[in-house]
């Protein structure tokens, strides 16, 4: 199983900005495109369901977004350095949730994702 890091969560206030990155070390050194179709973004907020946010295709850097993540949230990939970003803007209180790291996330259905991150916590509040 691929082993996935995430980090830079933290407190954040209403309005603020955020960037999350996901490692994905490569001991063999071959990169991101050698070893994943796809690296994503879910999340899960106190009493609510686990949803799929972003994805994007280490390949050709396409990405595709839920409904929920549309508009505030961008995702990108440094097949170089072998860490995809998770961008958020405009952070709301109702983004409090820990966000993971996925593999495997074309159809951003959890029953398909190869991979999870351990997650990192994201807090919005004043």
């Known amino acids: 199983q691929v082993q996935l890091v995430e980090s830079g969560g933290k407190l954040v206030q209403p309005g603020g900005s955020l960037r999350l990155s996901c490692a994905a070390p490569?001991?063999?050194?071959?990169?991101?495109?050698?070893?994943?179709?796809?690296i994503g973004w879910f999340r899960e907020a106190p009493g609510k369901q686990r949803e799929g946010l972003a994805c994007i295709s280490v390949r050709d850097g396409r990405s595709t977004y839920t409904a929920s993540a549309q508009g505030r949230f961008t995702t990108s990939r440094d097949n170089v350095n072998n860490t995809v970003y998770l961008q958020i803007d405009r952070l709301q209180p109702e983004d409090t949730a820990v966000y993971y790291c996925?593999?495997?996330?074309?159809?951003?259905?959890?029953?398909?994702?190869?991979?999870w991150g351990q997650g990192t916590q994201v807090t919005v509040s004043s």
């Open positions: 490569n001991p063999a050194r071959s990169g991101l495109i050698l070893l994943y179709d796809t």
């Open positions: 996925v593999t495997d996330c074309e159809v951003f259905d959890e029953a398909l994702v190869g991979s």
